[in-house]
């Protein structure tokens, strides 16, 4: 054991002279190695063969230029990416981002968690993320769709219903993945799979836009029924109202759950009452039609809306950090902690920082990191693909209760490698143990590729 802290001194000190610009990444990369070295040391074999050293190198990056003209005439430039990270277990899949902060750390961070998060599902998927630092915001559709032609008009090259199928994330939603879908198919001449989170009327599995959010309530229920407990009742805090945001509140409120607040990047609503079902009606077409701001909600309904702020102040049972990476800090995590909130449960990925994350564990907070609690969106993408290849569609039912069914499975083999001996389940380590394993043991049995 003496040689764990020399071991990981090492990897990190390597990894982080590699990868000197990139914070995110080193971020996520180094979450996992506090629990993933100690249990490499009793595997020899991953030692030897430096499956770690391997997993934290992308087998292909790749980045291109996206010209595209804008509704004035004049032309734009955006840089796109995809991150291929790993596909020992299956293509590589993994969503993509349009946001200006988008750049290699970002998205290498997002590839990195994502060959965990794949693996945890049970899916045959590799893990891939990409995206582009194109803003949505203000553009009108058809400067959506142009740029959304352009950007695939390269990736193309790159992807493939058996290669890697890409996914929507922060500001790719159903109108771009059509977009995209339809150059696609224009291009290569070939109706098939090739994304997820596709229209019903072309390929789309039901259940997919709602995956993220119901996947995440039912992560969380487990972890209340692990204790004897459940949702129904509980105070809920909810960041973003986004696609992740909007579908957990709508499971907190079929549970029984009051949910009290919903954030955009300016700023967050509170409202004592609860966001009930036509309240929640309000923000589906506010964020989804009009692309407007959360402030409106509170206009319109009379609460409280804080400006340039997060609402980890707010007294709860559970938070649900939905909107980013880094949006819950130490300072957010300590008021989280002294208003009694039991659970944390990440719809987004790696929202909390390394402090808020010490903070829980020091606290006895249940921690539910994204790579477990987030795990709905690209498992319901697996099973679109499968729907895809069987050229077949399950119903709402059929694939709810498959959803359903690979959280429940997730959580076990997270409470499996998590539990400790005072038998408080870590499932930040469970969720790392859990996802590394089968990735690993693939890698070993491919040998050096
Ligand atoms: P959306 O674009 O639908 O929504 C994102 C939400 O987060 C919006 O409310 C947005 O506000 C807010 N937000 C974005 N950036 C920031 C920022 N820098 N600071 C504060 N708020 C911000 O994205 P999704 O709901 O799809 O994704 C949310 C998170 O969930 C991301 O971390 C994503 O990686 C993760 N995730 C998504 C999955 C999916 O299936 N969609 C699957 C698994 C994880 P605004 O409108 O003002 O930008």
New binding site residues.
Partial sequence: MDEIPELTNEFISNLSKRNANEPEFLQAVFEVTEDILPFIEQNPEFKKYKILECMAEPERAILFRVPWINDKGEIEINRGYRIQMNSAIGPYKG?L?F?P?VNISILKF?AFEQVL?NSLTSLPMGGAKGGSDFDP?GKSDTEIMKFCQSFMTELSNHIGPNTDVP???????GREIGYMFGQYRRLKREFTGVLT?KGMEFGGSLI??E???YGLVYFVEEMLQQKGDSLAGKKIVV????????YAIEKCIEHGATVLT?????GYIYDPAGIDKEKLAFIFEL?NER?G??KEYADRYGCEYVEGK?PWNIDCDVALP????N?LDEEGALELVSNGCLIVGE?????STPGAITVFQQNKVLYAP?KAA?????AV?GLEMSQNSMRYSWTKKEVDTKLKEIMKNIHKTCVKYGRQSDGFIDYKKGANIGGFVKVANAMLAQGLV
Avoid: F, W, Y
């Fill in positions: 969503g981002r946001h902060s997002l998060k915001k996914a929507g994330d922060i500001g790719v939603g989170g997919r836009p995956a993220t959010g960041s973003g109202s986004g696609n992740v945001a909007q919903a954030s955009d990047s300016d964020k692309r701001r959360i997060k939905c909107a980013t990476q949006e719809g987004a990925n790696m929202p994204g987030n795990a709905g969106g690209v993408s």
